[in-house]
T-cell receptor, first 117, second 112 residues
């Protein structure tokens, strides 16, 4: 069975601090995908990144960066120089490959991030 | 503009009533999904559909029904059999080639 664990329920930091959101996953699939979504107060889930299991390169997009480590089954998300607009609930999610019939996203419980001015 | 729309944004239901939540997409996506989110929790899959006139149960399908008569539409009916329907409902869709789901704005259902 697939499982995603986000152990940090809530994080609160002061603006401009760096913050890392942890994500640990479990799967028996050799091919799988990992995702991060942002849920602002409006409620809509905003897609941030997709990573497949064969690509362990870290990725940076502006102030956002992601660290994928298969050895520890982790896919952590770091926000550098945080801003108030980064305040949201962040979800990590996992799915199998399309060939295997990737029909379901398995979500973690989410981490509520609050950036204080 | 291309995107996924859900209506209504807020919905109130009396106990014993069936209600239907709308989900429409103009992205030409093949697959569509319904998820339920409870406070402080992640999303759980209710139903999904890969093609028109076909759909499968997700993890928590009891008390819900769906239809997929058109590619762009995937309405969800919350029946009176659903014992605890108060939740936030999110619809998503994706193409058949790319494994990324995109979400609509959600419908917040409250049972009075």
């Amino acid at each position: 069975a697939q499982k995603v664990t986000q152990a940090q329920t809530e994080i609160s930091v002061v603006e401009k601090e760096d913050v890392t959101l942890d994500c640990v996953y479990e799967t028996r699939d050799t091919t799988y995908y990992l995702f991060w979504y942002k849920q602002p107060p409006s409620g809509e889930l905003v897609f941030l990144i997709r990573r497949n299991s064969f690509d362990e390169q870290n990725e940076i997009s502006g102030r956002y960066s992601w660290n994928f480590q298969k050895s520890t089954s982790s896919f952590n998300f770091t926000i550098t120089a945080s801003q108030v607009v980064d305040s949201a609930v962040y979800f990590c999610a996992l799915s199998g490959s399309l060939i295997q019939g990737a029909q379901k996203l398995v979500f973690g419980q989410g981490t509520r991030l609050t950036i204080n001015p | 503009d291309g995107g996924i729309t859900q209506s209504p944004k807020y919905l109130f239901r009396k106990e014993g009533q069936n209600v239907t939540l709308s989900c429409e997409q103009n992205l030409n996506h093949d697959a569509m999904y319904w998820y339920r989110q409870d406070p402080g929790q992640g999303l759980r899959l209710i139903y999904y559909s890969q093609i028109v006139n076909d759909f499968q149960k997700g993890d928590i399908a009891e008390g819900y029904s769906v239809s997929r008569e058109k590619k762009e539409s995937f309405p969800l009916t919350v029946t009176s059999a659903q014992k605890n329907p108060t939740a936030f409902y999110l619809c998503a869709s994706r193409t058949s080639e790319v494994n990324t789901q995109y979400f609509g704005p959600g419908t917040r259902l409250t049972v009075l």
